[in-house]
C-alpha cells in the first residue's frame, strides 16, 4: 500500500512541475519561457501523459500559439518541437486535430516567413508534417 502511495504522490509531483512549467509559457521573460519549453519537451518525450495532456490541451495550444507568435528564433523552434510532442501524445482523435487545426496557418506563416529564423523554419515544417499526419482528418 505505501509503495502504490509513494507512486502517486510521486505522479502528482511531476503534474505540479508540469503545471508550474505550463504557467511559465506565460512569463515575461523569453529566457523562462524557453526553460519552461525545454522541461516540457523532455517530460513529452519520455513519459505517456495523455490524460493530462488532453485536459489542459487549450490552455497549452494558447500558451504554444504565443510563443509561436511572439517568440523569436530559439523559443519558435522549441514551441513547435512541443506542439509535435503535443499532437504525438494526444494521438489521432478529433482534440489533436483541434489542437492542429487551430495552430496551422501560424505555422505555414513561420514556415514560409523568409525572415524567420532557420531553425524556427525547420522545427515549425516538422510539427506541420507530423501533425498533419497525426491529427489532419482531411486528407487535403
Do not use: W
Request: net charge negative; proline share 2%; glycine share 6%.
Amino acid at each position: 500500500g505505501s509503495e502504490a502511495a509513494s507512486e502517486q504522490g510521486q505522479e502528482e509531483e511531476a503534474e505540479d512541475r508540469l503545471k508550474e512549467h505550463m504557467d511559465n509559457l506565460l512569463n515575461k521573460s523569453a529566457k523562462t519561457r524557453q526553460a519552461a519549453l525545454q522541461s516540457l519537451r523532455l517530460a513529452f518525450s519520455s513519459k505517456t501523459l495523455s490524460e493530462f495532456l488532453l485536459e489542459r490541451r487549450l490552455t497549452l495550444t494558447d500558451s504554444l500559439e504565443k510563443c509561436l507568435k511572439k517568440g523569436k528564433g530559439e523559443e519558435q523552434a522549441l514551441a513547435g518541437t512541443v506542439l509535435t510532442l503535443l499532437c504525438l501524445q494526444m494521438g489521432s482523435g478529433p482534440e489533436a486535430e483541434e489542437v492542429f487545426r487551430s495552430l496551422k496557418p501560424l505555422l505555414v506563416s513561420i514556415l514560409t516567413d523568409s525572415t524567420a529564423s532557420p531553425g524556427a523554419r525547420q522545427s515549425c515544417a516538422t510539427a506541420l508534417g507530423m501533425c498533419c499526419y497525426i491529427a489532419a482528418a482531411d486528407l487535403e
